[in-house]
């Protein structure tokens, strides 16, 4: 395979594909290099149904469908993982585990990770029951009993999300205070079908092919309790994994890349896309609208540079 590219993309989820797909389109050699499968966390995603076009989709499905575009466009997957990255200069390197790569443009998708409670079944219940994400998942639930596990902001408008889809909600929390705004809280307070369930923590998720119910430890008088409940949305914070990124990339105070609204970074021919790069919103729309950006304005910089090389 060819180790020099116009473009090397790092990371295959929905923001990568599209980012090489446009470069593709654009005429540049473009490479994307990938650790695990195609499509990212859509992969471990039961339904779909926010994604335009698609009124329902499974995420497998989806990621298959956006893999095998891209795949129609001959546009090499490297099934490796970044160790690190040189990105200062003309010339990008990316170093793998396998092989060495160049390019003269990259763009960095690699996602980032949700925090997880580690329990014994919560990998195995993934998708059928337990969920990572209330706005892709909690249409599933409509008039249903479903928790929610965490105490920040995005716990708290997700739980206000919810409370307007599912018959009622747990809203579980380790404390006995939240660290989101008090203004979500209280506006929770006012809900009904929402219960506060304080000084807890789930201990044990409980069901075969689909979660049933949750064991519960209070914290205060060590009792555990059954909550029967149809979903377990999990939300107690995501995190960049930046460790393989040149360190001269600038960040903000959370970890994420921070870049202009046309994806760049503050190193030339350097572009940051998805949940990576700091941002309001992590959806797939996102993620593909910052891919299609970015991979235009690589294409700008690579013919850019080639004209002042070629006058001088």
Not at 255 to 261: A, L, R, S
Not at 277 to 298: E, F, N, V
Request: overall charge neutral.
């Amino acid at each position: 395979m060819d180790k020099v590219f116009d473009v090397i993309i790092i990371g295959g989820g929905p923001g990568g594909i599209t980012a090489g797909i446009y470069a593709k389109r654009a005429g540049l050699n473009v490479a994307i290099i990938e650790r695990n499968v195609p499509g990212g966390a859509i992969s471990t995603t039961a339904d779909v149904s926010n994604y335009t076009g698609f009124k329902s989709i499974d995420g497998v499905e989806l990621a298959g469908k956006m893999f095998d575009h891209v795949s129609s466009l001959n546009i090499p997957f490297i099934w490796d993982e970044v160790k690190k990255t040189k990105l200062i200069g003309d010339e990008k390197i990316v170093e793998c585990y396998q092989e060495t790569y160049k390019a003269k443009a990259i763009i960095i998708a690699i996602g980032a990770s949700v925090r997880k409670l580690n329990l014994k079944k919560e990998r195995e219940l993934l998708g059928k029951g337990v969920s990572y994400c209330a706005t892709c998942d909690g249409n599933l639930y409509k008039g249903k009993d479903v928790a929610l596990v965490g105490g920040g902001n995005t716990a708290l408008e997700d739980c206000l999300y919810l409370s307007n889809i599912a018959r009622k909600v747990y809203l579980i929390h380790r404390r006995d205070e939240f660290r989101g705004q008090d203004i979500l809280v209280k506006e929770l307070e006012t809900k009904n079908n929402v219960e506060f369930v304080l000084n807890s923590t789930v201990e044990e998720i409980i069901g075969d092919n689909r979660i049933n119910s949750i064991k519960v430890l209070n914290k205060i008088n060590n009792q555990t309790s059954n909550i029967n409940i149809d979903a377990l949305f999990i939300c107690i914070g995501r995190g960049p994994d930046t460790g393989m990124i040149d360190e001269d990339v600038k960040l903000n105070e959370k970890g994420y890349i921070i870049t202009d609204e046309n994806m760049k970074t503050n190193i030339d021919g350097v572009y940051a896309i998805g949940d990576i790069r700091c941002s309001p919103l992590k959806q797939i729309l996102c993620a593909c609208s910052d891919g299609a950006i970015a991979a235009t304005k690589a294409f700008e910089y690579i013919k850019t540079s080639a004209r002042k090389l070629k006058s001088n």
